[in-house]
């Protein structure tokens, strides 16, 4: 089926540790976001990359990097894990920005948990 | 900034309607849209206003008031499976792509 598909879909880290949170979308949509949703906080946007080869801070960037290694992976890296990022995090992907043509499709998350 | 509102939590009776408010607050505002949410699931696009008025799709309608800074959802004849989140979210308009979601609205649909 078409959609995003995001990898792993649990985590759990030590404090310090680093990991990378995956996300392919193959509906060949130009724009990819990494939202975290934290209870009661709704979704926040940490990253976005609006087309290939560019990525930009959204609300939240702190404490995470992201690569677009190309139109459809667009990955989300922790260096140092905090107690803090502990979170769901979503990947979702538009063919325009903002809420044109259809508006944002979503991966099914990945639930970290930082010790 | 943009800064979106809505009641955290609202019950409701099967087959009944209900209705699901959102205020907004923003340096800028193009348009308006809804998502769902079940619990442990992913956001599903619902529905998107550019234009004040009612959009509806089935069941759902949205509605947005640009003068008022304010939308609702509207969901009728209620259903078991509708029971879960709804969030609004707004966005700045061209050029960004800053899309901002409210904290969401918890619907309970009981027998």
């Known amino acids: 089926n078409a959609g995003v598909t995001q990898t792993p879909k649990f985590q759990v880290l030590k404090t310090g540790q680093s990991m990378t949170l995956q996300c392919a979308q193959d509906?060949?949509?130009?724009?990819m976001y990494w939202y975290r949703q934290d209870p009661g906080m709704g979704l926040r946007l940490i990253y976005y990359?609006?087309?290939?080869?560019?990525?930009d801070k959204g609300e939240v960037p702190n404490g995470y990097n992201v690569s677009r290694l190309n139109k459809r992976e667009f990955s989300l890296r922790l260096e140092s894990a905090a107690p803090s990022q502990t979170s769901v995090y979503f990947c979702?992907?538009?063919?325009?920005?903002?809420?044109?043509?259809?508006?944002?499709?979503f991966g099914s998350g990945t639930r970290l948990t930082v010790v | 900034g943009q800064s979106l509102e809505q009641p955290s939590e609202v019950t409701a009776v099967e087959g009944a309607i209900v209705q699901i408010n959102c205020t907004y607050q923003?340096?800028?505002?193009?348009?308006l849209s809804w998502y769902q949410q079940h619990d442990g699931g992913a956001p599903t696009f619902l529905s998107y206003?550019?234009?004040?008025g009612l959009e509806e799709t089935g069941r759902f309608s949205s509605f947005l008031s640009r003068s008022d800074s304010y939308g609702y959802l509207l969901l009728q004849e209620l259903q078991m499976k509708d029971s879960a989140s709804y969030f609004c979210?707004?966005?700045?308009?061209?050029?960004?792509?800053?899309?901002?979601f409210g904290k969401g609205t918890k619907l309970s649909v009981i027998p």
């Open positions: 923003t340096s800028g505002f193009y348009g």
């Open positions: 206003n550019a234009l004040d």
């Open positions: 509906m060949n949509h130009n724009s």
């Open positions: 979702a992907s538009s063919e325009a920005p903002g809420q044109a043509l259809g508006g944002y499709t």
């Open positions: 979210a707004s966005w700045p308009g061209a050029g960004s792509y800053q899309l901002t």
């Open positions: 990359s609006a087309s290939e080869g560019t990525t």
